[in-house]
Nanobody, 125 residues
Framework: QRQTVESGGGLVQPGGSLRLSCTAF????????VGWFRQGPGKEREFVAA?????????LYDDSVKGRFTISRDNAKNTVDLQMNSLKPEDTAVYYC?????????????????WGQGTQVTVSS
């Protein structure tokens, strides 16, 4: 069963930064668009950002993170990173990455096939 693996979560103060990384073992995520999602306490899982396959020439962001978060990919390392700056308490959530089977970037969770277990991000003073 294919799955992705997230890392880089932790505790950070408001205004701080974290860099999350998504990878896979035994298979390449390069041919797939990759999305990041998050689920905050008592909330539904929601879309955060997505990047197109291969050269990652296109990206899509939720309005709540636009200008603060940046998604990027490194095919040589088989990773997709999410740089998170100017973090707010409302960014506290478990963050998941997943690969999409749809060529066009999408915010729809059902279009994503392979998911990881998530990494916890807590923004608190």
């Amino acid at each position: 069963q294919r799955q992705t693996v997230e890392s880089g979560g932790g505790l950070v103060q408001p205004g701080g930064s974290l860099r999350l990384s998504c990878t896979a073992f035994g298979w390449s995520i390069s041919p797939y668009p990759v999305g990041w999602f998050r689920q905050g306490p008592g909330k539904e899982r929601e879309f955060v950002a997505a990047i197109s396959s291969w050269n990652g020439g296109s990206a899509l962001y939720d309005d709540s993170v636009k200008g603060r978060f940046t998604i990027s990919r490194d095919n040589a390392k088989n990773t997709v990173d999410l740089q998170m700056n100017s973090l707010k308490p409302e960014d506290t959530a478990v963050y998941y990455c997943a690969t999409s089977g749809v060529v066009q970037l999408t915010t729809i969770q059902g279009e994503y096939d392979y998911w990881g277990q998530g990494t916890q991000v807590t923004v608190s003073s």
